[in-house]
């Protein structure tokens, strides 16, 4: 069982930046993908990005393309999403998954991730 815990959520300023990290702890950890998702109140998941965890390589939501990042640290089995520009509607709860299967083009469902993380609060003020 492996457990994913989010951290770095909280309040900030339109402008600002943020990074988010999800630790992956339990047994052997090697995902084929960690995405990034969120979820805003009355709104459904919806996917930010997503990194290849042997390749590095990313993928992001339009949203996100341009101001956030992902990263990964696989000896810390830690994954990053540097988040710069924040805006008001980026208000959401954040959620790290590892996916362990190559998932093709799929990887923007929140139906192919395997397990989850609690999720983190950020909340961007006007």
């Known amino acids: 069982q492996v457990q994913l815990v989010e951290s770095g959520g909280g309040l900030v300023q339109a402008g600002d930046s943020l990074r988010l990290s999800c630790a992956a702890s339990g047994r052997t950890f090697r995902p084929y993908a960690m995405g990034w998702f969120r979820q805003a109140p009355g709104k459904e998941r919806e996917f930010v990005g997503v990194v290849n965890w042997s390749l590095g390589s990313t993928r992001y939501s339009d949203f996100a393309e341009g101001r956030f990042f992902i990263s990964r640290d696989n000896d810390k089995n830690t994954v990053y999403l540097q988040m710069n520009n924040l805006r008001p509607e980026d208000t959401a709860v954040y959620f790290c998954?590892?996916?362990?299967?190559?998932?093709?083009?799929?990887?923007?469902?929140?139906?192919?991730?395997?397990?989850w993380g609690q999720g983190t609060q950020v909340t961007v003020s006007s």
């Open positions: 998954a590892a996916d362990y299967h190559y998932s093709g083009g799929t990887y923007h469902r929140a139906d192919v991730y395997d397990d």
